[in-house]
Nanobody
Framework: EVHVVESGGGLAQAGGSLRLSCAAS????????LGWFRRAPGTQREGVSC???????AYADSVKGRFTISSDNAKSTLYLQMDNLKAEDKAVYYC???????????????????WGKGTQVTVSS
C-alpha cells in the first residue's frame, strides 16, 4: 500500500525559506514521477514542481528560480526547498505519486494517483 506523508510546512516571513519533505513508501520510489502541488483558498490544485521519472524536473513559472525539488532515493523522500517566499505562495502543499512507473507525466494533478494529506504553508508580509 502506498503511503505519502508531507511535513515541513509552517509560517514564514516574506523573503524567507521553508523546506518541505515527503516520506513515501509502498512502491519503487526511483521508478515513478513525483510531484509537489498546492491549493490556495478558492483555487484549484496546481502543479508546483515535479521530478519526472526520467530524472528531469518541472517547475511552475511562478516558482522558477525560487523553489528547488530534490530527492533522496535511499530514504524514499522527496523535498521542496522554497526560498524567497511570497504571500501568494500561501497554500496547502501536497506531495503525490504518478499513476504508473516509467512514464514521463506532466506536472498536472490528473496524472498523479497517490496523494498525501498536505501541509500548510503560510507566508506573512
Amino acid at each position: 500500500e502506498v503511503h505519502v506523508v508531507e511535513s515541513g510546512g509552517g509560517l514564514a516571513q516574506a523573503g524567507g525559506s521553508l523546506r518541505l519533505s515527503c516520506a513515501a513508501s509502498g512502491f519503487s520510489f526511483d521508478d515513478y514521477s513525483l510531484g509537489w502541488f498546492r491549493r490556495a483558498p478558492g483555487t484549484q490544485r496546481e502543479g508546483v514542481s515535479c521530478l519526472i521519472s526520467d530524472g528531469s524536473t518541472a517547475y511552475a513559472d511562478s516558482v522558477k528560480g525560487r523553489f528547488t525539488i530534490s530527492s533522496d532515493n535511499a530514504k524514499s523522500t522527496l523535498y521542496l526547498q522554497m526560498d524567497n517566499l511570497k504571500a501568494e505562495d500561501k497554500a496547502v502543499y501536497y506531495c503525490a505519486v504518478a499513476r504508473n512507473p516509467y512514464t514521463n507525466y506532466e506536472c498536472r494533478p490528473p496524472s498523479y494517483r497517490y496523494w498525501g494529506k498536505g501541509t500548510q504553508v503560510t507566508v506573512s508580509s
